[in-house]
Each structure stands twice: as structure tokens, then as C-alpha cells.
Antibody, heavy 116, light 110 residues
Framework: EVQLVESGGGLVQPGGSLRLSCAVS????????MTWVRQAPGKGLEWVAN????????RYVDSVKGRFTISRDNAKNSLYLHMTGLRVEDTAVYYC?????????WGQGTLVTVSS | QSVLTQPPSASGTPGQRVTISCSGS????????ANWYQQLPGTAPKLLIY???QRPSGVPDRFSGSKSGTSASLAISGLQSEDEADYYC???????????FGGGTKLTVL
């Protein structure tokens, strides 16, 4: 069974940092691009970043460039999102998903709240 | 304002056929494939249609997708109460170098 389990969310002050993790099982993690998508409360979906199988290519939405870093550890079947300089508008549920442009499988999400 | 344009709401009665549109441009749907996601209340999104008209295993054939030019459509036939959800279209955008989503369509089964 394919499982993607996000963790690391929580309450953080503006300007703070947080690292999200996504633990994967049930498929060959190192064979797939991986993606982060977020959803602000009551809003739609927004693509955040994706990363190639070997980590050599990383792409970001403009609003997080220079602040967020996507990475992966294929030996640990894990995907990460290191977020710095957090803003109130980064408040959202963050989902990890398998695929480069198609989220074939999704995790249940982890909530990040940026507030003072 | 989303790059892809969807109607904010749609509705139908049980058994009816409903269509949800997704309008894009030459840099996204016009040159790449479209995907559709279903998000039931309080849950994570689920892939419904990929590569314009392909259904992942387990998705009923009541759901179908199509693409023409810079627009895509999702059709749901034999509407059921459990289809009440938010539906999102998405595609890669060559100009933005990222995935773009529609704003979502809330489907109500009357």
C-alpha cells in the first residue's frame, strides 16, 4: 500500500523557520519526482516545489524562491521542505505528492500556521 | 486569481450529468496535459483524471476528461451524493515553469 505521511507542521512566528518531512512507503521512492502543494485555509491548491529523482533539479513557485528549499533522502525514503523567512501568507496545509506534474498519490497534509 | 479558470460552483441532481470547465492558455493546457483532482470535505486531494482523459485504477468510469485547445473539461455522469466535493484542474505551465491549478469548483448534489 502506498503511503505518504507528512510531519513537522506547527505554529511559528513570522520570520521563523520550519522543516517539513514526508515519509514514503509502498513504492520505489528514488524512481519518482516528488512535489509539495499547499492549501491555505478555505482556499484552493497551490503548487510549491518539486524535485527530480536524484535531487539534481528543483523548481519553486516564485513566492517561495529564496526562502524554501526542497530536498530528499532516497536512502530514507523521505522528502523535505525547509522553510525560512515564514510569512503569514504561508499559513496552509502542506501536502507531499508523488510525481513531477501529476500528483498521483498524496499525503494527508500537515498544517503550518504563521502567526505572532 | 488563478492561472486556470474554473467556475466556482456547479450542481446537479442524482443521476444527472455535470460538466466542469477549465480554461487556460497556450503556455499551460494548450501545450501540456491536464489533470483533475477531487477533494472531499476535510480530506486530501485525490487524482481523478490524468493526461487529459486517463483514469487511475479505482476511479469509476462515470468520471471522464477531455481537452480541446487551451481548455479542459471534466464530466461526471450518473451523479451520486458522494460526488459532492471540490474539483481542481491543473497543468504544467511552460512560462511559469511550474504547475498551475484552477481555483476549484464546488460541486453540490441537490
Amino acid at each position: 500500500e502506498v503511503q505518504l505521511v507528512e510531519s513537522g507542521g506547527g505554529l511559528v512566528q513570522p520570520g521563523g523557520s520550519l522543516r517539513l518531512s514526508c515519509a514514503v512507503s509502498g513504492f520505489n521512492f528514488r524512481s519518482y519526482w516528488m512535489t509539495w502543494v499547499r492549501q491555505a485555509p478555505g482556499k484552493g491548491l497551490e503548487w510549491v516545489a518539486n524535485i527530480k529523482q536524484d535531487g539534481s533539479v528543483k523548481r519553486y513557485v516564485d513566492s517561495v524562491k529564496g526562502r524554501f528549499t526542497i530536498s530528499r533522502d532516497n536512502a530514507k525514503n523521505s522528502l523535505y521542505l525547509h522553510m525560512t523567512g515564514l510569512r503569514v501568507e504561508d499559513t496552509a496545509v502542506y501536502y507531499c505528492a508523488r510525481g513531477e506534474t501529476t500528483g498521483y498519490y498524496w499525503g494527508q497534509g500537515t498544517l503550518v500556521t504563521v502567526s505572532s | 486569481q488563478s492561472v486556470l479558470t474554473q467556475p466556482p460552483s456547479a450542481s446537479g441532481t442524482p443521476g444527472q450529468r455535470v460538466t466542469i470547465s477549465c480554461s487556460g492558455s497556450s503556455s499551460n493546457i494548450g501545450s501540456n496535459t491536464a489533470n483533475w483532482y477531487q477533494q472531499l470535505p476535510g480530506t486530501a486531494p485525490k487524482l481523478l483524471i490524468y493526461i487529459n482523459n486517463q483514469r487511475p485504477s479505482g476511479v469509476p468510469d462515470r468520471f471522464s476528461g477531455s481537452k480541446s485547445g487551451t481548455s479542459a473539461s471534466l464530466a461526471i455522469s450518473g451523479l451520486q451524493s458522494e460526488d459532492e466535493a471540490d474539483y481542481y484542474c491543473a497543468a504544467w505551465d511552460d512560462s511559469l515553469n511550474g504547475v498551475v491549478f484552477g481555483g476549484g469548483t464546488k460541486l453540490t448534489v441537490l
